[in-house]
C-alpha cells in the first residue's frame, strides 16, 4: 500500500440511529455479467464510512488504497476523495474522506450529476460506478448500513483486474485447463462466481476500520 500522509484527525463517534438513508447502486466496470450492489447508509455518513460500506457489501478486504472521484458543480472540476498519500501529485489533491460528508455531494446534486466514480486498487484498477439513487425514509425494523440487493460474488483480490478476472473465470471453470488446480489452490478452493446473498453481508464499524488502518497514526 502507498504511504499516507499523517491523519490528524479521528471520524465522528458513532451515530444516532438515522431519520433517512442514502441509496446507491453500485457496479462493478468491466464485468460480464455484472457484479453488482445495492445499499443505504445513513444520511450522516461520510465518504470514509460509505468506502468501508462498499468494502464489505462488494467483498474486498480493504488492503489497498481508493478513492471516489466526482464532479464538483459549483467549482466546476473533479473532487478526489479518499486517502491522502505522499504518491498522489500535489497538484491533484485527495481530501480525507472521513472529514467529508457524503450529503455534500449527493444529497442536493442535480439528477444529472448524481454518479461518481469509486476506485479501488491502483494497481489492478478496480473501478466502480456508483449512483445515487435518492434518499429514503429509514424503517425501524432494520438496521443500517444495509445491503438490499446484488449479484454475483466479487472478483478475488490482487486477480489482475478486469483482464486478469476473466482469464481466472476461465481457468477455475475448466478442470482440464493446466492451472486449474494451482488457481483453485491460489483462490482458496472452489470459486462460484454467481455466489452472492445479500442477507449475508456484514458490515463493520468505520470508526473501528479507520483505527485499525491508521494503528500507527492514530492519537491515543
Not at 476523495?81 to 442536493?108: C, H, K, M, N, T
Not at 466502480?128 to 438496521?143: F, I, R, Y
Not at 466479487?154 to 488446480?181: K, M, W
Not at 446473498?197 to 464499524?205: E, I, L, M, R
Request: hydrophobic content about 35%; proline content about 9%.
Amino acid at each position: 500500500m502507498a504511504k499516507v500522509r499523517s491523519m490528524r484527525s479521528t471520524p465522528a463517534a458513532q451515530r444516532k440511529r438515522p431519520k433517512r438513508v442514502h441509496q446507491f447502486l453500485i457496479v462493478l466496470s468491466g464485468t460480464d455479467p455484472i457484479v453488482w450492489r445495492r445499499i443505504q447508509v445513513p444520511e450522516a455518513y461520510t465518504f470514509w464510512d460509505l468506502h468501508v460500506a462498499i468494502q464489505d457489501a462488494m467483498g474486498w478486504l480493504d488492503y489497498h488504497l481508493h478513492e471516489f472521484r466526482l464532479l464538483d458543480t459549483e467549482e466546476k472540476q473533479i473532487v478526489s476523495i479518499g486517502i491522502p498519500s505522499e504518491d498522489v501529485p500535489d497538484d491533484r489533491p485527495v481530501l480525507p474522506g472521513w472529514q467529508v460528508a457524503v450529503s455534500r455531494y449527493f444529497e442536493s446534486r442535480p439528477w444529472h450529476a448524481l454518479s461518481a466514480v469509486y476506485a479501488y486498487d491502483f494497481g489492478d484498477d478496480w473501478e466502480h460506478l456508483l449512483v445515487h439513487e435518492g434518499m429514503e425514509p429509514a424503517e425501524s425494523a432494520l438496521a443500517y448500513p444495509r445491503c438490499a440487493s446484488g449479484a454475483r460474488r466479487c472478483p478475488p483480490e490482487d486477480c489482475g483486474g478486469v483482464h486478469g478476472y476473466a482469464d481466472f473465470l476461465q481457468t477455475i471453470s475448466n478442470p482440464r485447463h493446466p492451472q486449474h488446480a494451482s488457481m483453485k489452490q491460489w483462490a482458496g478452493g472452489a470459486y462460484d462466481p454467481d455466489a452472492f446473498d445479500p442477507t449475508a453481508v456484514v458490515f463493520d464499524d468505520p470508526r473501528k476500520r479507520w483505527k485499525q488502518a491508521f494503528e500507527e497514526e492514530a492519537p491515543k
